[in-house]
Nanobody, 123 residues
Framework: QLQLVESGGGLVQPGGSLRLSCAAS????????IGWFRQAPGKEREGVSC????????MYADSVKGRFTISRDNAKNTVYLQMNSLKPEDPAVYYC????????????????WGQGTQVTVSS
């Protein structure tokens, strides 16, 4: 079964950092652009960031620009989301999916969704 598996979530204080990982199960990530999404209780899913299959192109939501960095290591079949300066509005379940990165509508949908990883920001 083709699936992405997220990990790295947890509890962090405001201003702290976390690094999320998105690993592929059953396929190779090399040919896929990957996006990170988040969904907080009672809110719509939000596209956070995406990266092209080569890693040469990235996109970020305005809410995370300058704080989050997406990267990938195709040799490890993994995409990362480094989250710094975490704010009280960042808590959510974070998901990754294969997307069409490079288009303004990249966050409209995705494939091979994982189960997500919970990020909590609290003092």
């Amino acid at each position: 079964q083709l699936q992405l598996v997220e990990s790295g979530g947890g509890l962090v204080q405001p201003g702290g950092s976390l690094r999320l990982s998105c690993a592929a199960s059953g396929f190779t990530l090399d040919y896929y652009a990957i996006g990170w999404f988040r969904q907080a209780p009672g809110k719509e899913r939000e596209g956070v960031s995406c990266i092209s299959h080569s890693g040469g192109s990235t996109m970020y939501a305005d809410s995370v620009k300058g704080r989050f960095t997406i990267s990938r290591d195709n040799a490890k079949n993994t995409v990362y989301l480094q989250m710094n300066s975490l704010k009280p509005e960042d808590p959510a379940v974070y998901y990754c999916a294969a997307v069409l990165c490079g288009s303004s509508s990249w966050s409209a949908g995705g494939n091979y969704w994982g189960q997500g990883t919970q990020v909590t920001v609290s003092s």
